[in-house]
Nanobody, 122 residues
């Protein structure tokens, strides 16, 4: 069974940095896409950044140039380096793995982390 453990959230002043990490436990053959979403109070969950198995990345416009997503395929970990943080980045950040294949199954499933709070003070 695959479980995701997120870490790295916290409180930071505007202009500061945080690095989020999400580690998938369990035996995993492959993961298609690893992504970070966020949800601010009263708003819908939105995609922040994603990285495919070939290393290609995608970012929401408002974080381009400030956030970097990268992955460690050997350890099944995805990171989100967040620099120049702004108060509007405050949200619960969720890790998402798409197209996960595990031993004994030809199906690919998606998984979500429990979320980690990021608060940026002005």
């Amino acid at each position: 069974q695959v479980q995701l453990v997120e870490s790295g959230g916290g409180l930071v002043q505007a202009g500061g940095s945080l690095r989020l990490s999400c580690e998938a436990s369990g035996i995993i053959f492959s993961i298609n896409t690893m992504a970070w979403y966020r949800q601010a109070p009263g708003k819908q969950r939105e995609l922040v950044a994603s990285i495919n198995s070939d290393g290609s990345t995608n970012y929401v416009e408002v974080v381009k140039g400030r956030f970097t997503i990268f992955r460690d395929n050997a350890k099944n970990i995805v990171y989100l380096q967040m620099n120049s943080l702004k108060p509007e980045d405050t949200a619960v950040y969720y890790c998402n793995l798409q197209g996960v294949r595990v031993p004994g199954s030809f199906r690919r499933n998606d998984y979500w982390g429990q979320g980690t709070q990021v608060t940026v003070s002005s």
